[in-house]
């Protein structure tokens, strides 16, 4: 399974590299503040879950140079999942491979770039490790969720820019799971930290600030 997934990264790079509108690459990580609402028909009840803390890791592309829109694709691991606790602790794992896609509205100014994202997740179900006796089936093994998110990139005289991001991402229409009398919403928040590699030759030639000559 890890030499499918690594295959499909690097595909997945290889064909956003050969984009004319390609305009830089970059990878991030961080934490998901991650929590589960449950729904249970029978007794016509909901129980909002406690906060699971797990990791979140991607490899992106960025396409356009707008000054204010661009367009974001990301591969994404993200550890979603919540904790259960009545008379005993349950600790439920959902992991998801995801595709992520977002349009990025951002203002160049001075001091720093802030910038939000919203857009689609396509989330694949890797692994699931759940511990909770309510839980009796397999999550959905493909889900599609809304995210929406903000940030801020440091500006820096390199081709090599950090940045940090907040997102938030919940189930809203379609359960992640439902098997009769229960069906489980997930919602997550994650805090990111990145570094975007900007090719010089983009047209806005973010790499590298001029440099000038007296003669």
Same mark, same amino acid.
């Given at each position: 399974?890890? #030499?499918?997934?690594?295959?499909?990264?690097?595909?997945?790079?290889?064909?956003?590299? $050969?984009? $004319?509108?390609?305009?830089?690459?970059?990878?991030?990580?961080?934490?998901?503040?991650?929590?589960?609402?449950?729904?249970?028909?029978?007794?016509?009840?909901?129980?909002?879950?406690?906060? #699971?803390?797990?990791?979140?890791?991607?490899?992106?592309?960025?396409?356009?140079?707008?000054?204010?829109?661009?367009?974001?694709?990301?591969?994404?691991?993200?550890?979603?999942?919540?904790?259960?606790?009545?008379?005993?602790?349950?600790?439920?794992?959902?992991?998801?491979?995801?595709?992520?896609?977002?349009?990025?509205?951002?203002?160049? =100014?001075?001091?720093?770039?802030?910038?939000? =994202?919203?857009?689609?997740?396509?989330?694949?179900?890797?692994? $699931?490790?759940?511990?909770?006796?309510?839980?009796?089936?397999?999550?959905?093994?493909?889900?599609?969720?809304?995210?929406?998110?903000?940030?801020?990139?440091?500006?820096?005289?390199?081709? =090599?820019?950090?940045?940090?991001?907040?997102?938030?991402?919940?189930?809203?229409?379609?359960?992640?799971?439902?098997?009769?009398?229960?069906?489980?919403?997930?919602?997550?928040?994650?805090?990111?930290?990145?570094?975007?590699?900007?090719?010089?030759?983009?047209?806005?030639?973010?790499?590298?600030?001029?440099?000038?000559?007296?003669?």
């Amino acid at each position: 399974m890890k #030499k499918i997934i690594s295959c499909f990264v690097i595909c997945y790079l290889s064909f956003t590299l $050969q984009a $004319q509108f390609f305009n830089g690459i970059g990878v991030m990580g961080g934490a998901t503040f991650a929590r589960q609402k449950w729904y249970f028909n029978d007794i016509d009840e909901t129980q909002k879950k406690k906060f #699971k803390i797990g990791f979140n890791a991607c490899v992106f592309a960025e396409f356009f140079s707008g000054d204010y829109v661009r367009w974001r694709s990301e591969i994404q691991y993200n550890q979603k999942g919540c904790i259960s606790k009545d008379s005993v602790k349950f600790k439920n794992k959902i992991d998801y491979l995801c595709w992520n896609n977002f349009l990025m509205f951002r203002m160049e =100014l001075y001091s720093g770039i802030p910038y939000i =994202l919203i857009g689609p997740r396509v989330e694949y179900r890797f692994k $699931q490790a759940t511990a909770s006796p309510e839980i009796t089936g397999k999550f959905n093994t493909f889900q599609i969720s809304p995210s929406v998110g903000a940030g801020y990139e440091f500006v820096v005289y390199s081709s =090599l820019k950090p940045f940090v991001e907040i997102h938030y991402n919940p189930d809203i229409k379609l359960n992640a799971y439902k098997v009769d009398p229960l069906e489980i919403k997930n919602k997550a928040w994650e805090i990111r930290l990145g570094l975007k590699f900007v090719f010089s030759n983009s047209s806005k030639g973010e790499g590298c600030p001029p440099v000038y000559t007296l003669n």
